[in-house]
């Protein structure tokens, strides 16, 4: 399939990517087979990327100089778009599954001919690490161990796929060794799909997913291009931001071709692109404030929804605790600090004023006496 509009929509773009093969969260073991190559190529660009205004927020910044781990299935350090910007060893270096380097794509992957898909930080460096097992299965354990990995290597930024239904001492430590280091942790509250397991379905599911909900954690939902939460997939009880995560384009392991992809996990790949550009283009800025940044400049819904070019081009009061302003008053900005110069200025100037003016007076009576005495002499002498 090859899409050649000259000026593509959400709509059309979306109902190319049913098309696309799919990338899938994990394989199935027994088939022992890895996610094929696509030679497919969508010449569109993606609803999403249009949604976020991705080509506005490039012009602030790319990402340039900006490191982002990806903890997940590994990244091919070939792929499209990826090729020369990717480090990546041992069983990081090989996606079977191409989860990986689908959100890899998402954070950073640069346009290649004949495809409209680019990723949000096109400039950044992608670090890979493993946090699941060759068929995609994520574990606390390896989950821990890829965050441990990725802040110990200098990223700026970590993305976390997996949503884990119960917490683990080990994630705690790896985000607190990544907060000790001014590293923002980025991940999705819920998982991408709903488990397979019946008995798990039949169960009250959790209201909470790790490392999502651990604090300082930036934990992300996906929408679809109407702006909606999916209704099949696992709810969470809250979330930081919300993201496109449904029907997105992408590239995968293999091949030069597009792929299509769903999930909360995908939807944090584009919340940990835009904190690359934000770092990078205000490199002063805290992984807090970063992260601070994100939230506040995005757009009102009922989870906040990314706005890439608001957080790199709002001017944000100053973080200091303030009384809440009230809305309808007029607030005027502070005076000036005073300065002696200008009181001293003045009072020699009304000195200076002042004996001017006694001068002048003086003349003026002095003037009006001569002319009297000389008015008197003129007068005749009375009889």
Known sequence: MSASAASPTPAATTSDAPQLPLIPSSLNASDAACTEGSKTQVAAVSWAQQSLGLAAANRYSQGKGVQVAVVDTGVAPGAAGLSGRVRAQGAAAEDCVGHGTFLAGVIGA??????????????????????????????????????????????????????????????????????????????????????????AQSAQPPADYWPAATDGVLSVVSVDIAGDRPEDVPQPLDADLAAPGEAITGIGPAGRGNYVANGSSVAAAFVAGAAALVRAHQPDLTAAQTAARLRATAAHASVPLLDPTAALSTVLSSPAPSPAPDEGAVHLPEAAPRSAVVPRAWTLAGVSLLLVLAAGGAMALARVRTSRRQAGGARPESP
């Open 110 to 199: 640069a346009a290649v001919p004949g495809s409209g898909f680019a990723g949000v930080a096109p400039q950044a460096r992608i670090i890979a690490e493993r946090g699941t097992d060759q068929w995609g299965v994520p574990s606390a354990a390896l989950t821990a161990q890829g965050i441990e990995a990725s802040v110990d290597a200098g990223v700026d930024v970590v993305l976390v796929s997996a949503a884990l239904p119960q917490d683990a001492p080990a994630l705690r430590t790896a985000v607190e060794h990544a907060a000790d280091k001014d590293v923002l942790v980025v991940a999705p509250a819920a998982p991408d799909t709903a488990p397979a397991d019946t008995s």
